[in-house]
């Protein structure tokens, strides 16, 4: 959690070096086309040139072997093969390691991989026929041009590379809204530790005060257990943003206490009742942070006591076992429901159906579970008038994050 502050400014350093490589990446890949297009055409003028010079130097008689061969053949990229009429191969050129091969006679190998390649060829451009008073005497099979490739392929390049960095800037914006989340929780977490401690210390002092008085110890001693709930209360607070205490614990006990401290707090009148069934036996040791573990339980069970309001009978059932090798704790009523309508914001920090509700039990419960502690905090099953129930898995084995 501490970590989280930073988050932000890491974030944003690395949208600039990414965006940066992008855009690198994308110039040196055009500017590499570019200066192979302009070679090119420096080529084709320097045949040109060269072909105007031997016309004029020579009154046209003909083209040297040497223009033929350092211009054209010698700068040609692409893979070719001239057969002759029987379409035997003759010569061939940028074909791989068949270009340090001379003739292909008493080698069967090279005669299948060229002719192989010769059907690619033709397959890439219609081959090309040489004529003599209308007799074929070679055929020129060529390939495409790795120029051309990669001119076909700059589009998707671009697409793919554009692509890609919507998909970490959505990714990145998440997780940036995430950091801020996470700091807003923290800083009020924190401030409402600060708000809840002061009045606190001055109560402490007037449960001293009371009691020297000798005031009624029973009203003394409910005040001092509220008052140390406070207490409690502000050191959970205290503990969202701060570096957590994982400690194996006996999450039945742990339990047993928060059962305990509900039902004292219950209605037990002729007009509602609720109680409690715990079906939990022997150890279940789960690392867990204590204080935030009960916290989370604590606000299902509030939740399913808010559910009971107006249920005569009601109860609030909670059962934990070992399931696939995690701890599995459920929490269950036979409350009002939840209403389909209200389903997908439940863990929506803000969202509550009580008047005065803050909205956080839930989403801070669902924060505890999974983030801090690796585990799933899940809506089991909920039926309106029914009741609602809400499952709780974690991990047997410290989970590092």
Same mark, same amino acid.
């Given at each position: ?174 997780? $940036? #809204?995430? =950091?801020? &989340? /996470?700091?807003?929780?923290?800083? +009020?977490?924190?401030? !409402?530790?600060?708000?809840? @401690? ?94 935030? $573990? #009960?916290? =989370?339980? &604590? /606000?299902?069970?509030?939740?399913? +006591?808010?559910?009971? !309001?107006?249920?005569?009978? @009601? ?87």
């Amino acid at each position: 959690m501490s970590m989280n502050k930073k988050n932000p400014f890491f974030l944003k350093s690395y949208f600039l070096v990414a965006l940066l490589a992008v855009s690198l990446a994308s110039f040196l890949y055009i500017q590499d086309i570019i200066f192979k297009l302009e070679e090119t055409s420096l080529m084709q003028s320097r045949i040109f040139a060269r072909f105007t010079s031997e016309v004029f130097t020579k009154n046209g008689q003909k083209l040297t072997d040497e223009i033929i061969f350092e211009e054209i053949i010698q700068n040609i990229k692409f893979p070719i093969i001239v057969t002759d009429s029987l379409e035997n191969p003759v010569a061939w050129r940028n074909l791989g390691y068949l270009d340090t091969v001379f003739s292909l006679e008493g080698n069967p190998s090279y005669q299948a991989d060229i002719r192989r390649i010769i059907g690619r060829l033709d397959s890439e451009n219609k081959p090309i026929e040489l004529k003599y008073n209308e007799n074929v005497f070679a055929i020129v099979h060529t390939g495409v041009d790795p120029l051309y490739k990669r001119l076909q392929f700059a589009p998707f390049f671009q697409i793919i590379v554009s692509a890609v960095f919507v998909l970490v800037g959505i990714y990145g914006f998440l997780f $940036f #809204k995430k =950091s801020e &989340e /996470n700091i807003i929780w923290a800083g +009020m977490a924190k401030e !409402t530790a600060h708000q809840i @401690g002061t009045p606190l210390t001055s109560l402490k002092a007037w449960v001293q005060i009371l009691k020297d008085r000798k005031v009624d110890e029973k009203i003394v001693n409910g005040i001092n257990e509220d008052s140390v709930r406070l207490e409690i209360i502000a050191n959970r607070f205290n503990k969202i943003g701060s570096p957590l205490t994982i400690e194996l614990a006996d999450v039945n006990r742990e339990i047993s206490e928060i059962i305990k401290y509900f039902e004292s707090r219950a209605p037990h009148s002729t007009k509602q009742s609720v109680s409690f069934v715990f079906d939990g036996n022997g150890e279940l040791l789960v690392p867990v942070d204590k204080d935030l $573990f #009960k916290w =989370s339980i &604590e /606000n299902l069970v509030k939740n399913s +006591m808010d559910a009971l !309001t107006g249920i005569k009978s @009601g109860e609030i059932r909670i059962e934990t076992k070992l399931e696939q090798s995690r701890a599995l704790i459920r929490v269950s009523d036979n409350g009002t429901g939840i209403e389909k309508k209200n389903l997908e914001k439940i863990f929506e920090v803000g969202f509550s159906t009580k008047n005065y509700g803050w909205g956080i039990g839930l989403p801070l419960s669902k924060k505890i579970i999974e983030e801090f502690h690796r585990g799933k905090l899940v809506l089991e099953y909920t039926m309106t008038g029914k009741g609602t129930r809400f499952a709780v898995t974690l991990p047997l084995t410290r989970q590092e994050g």
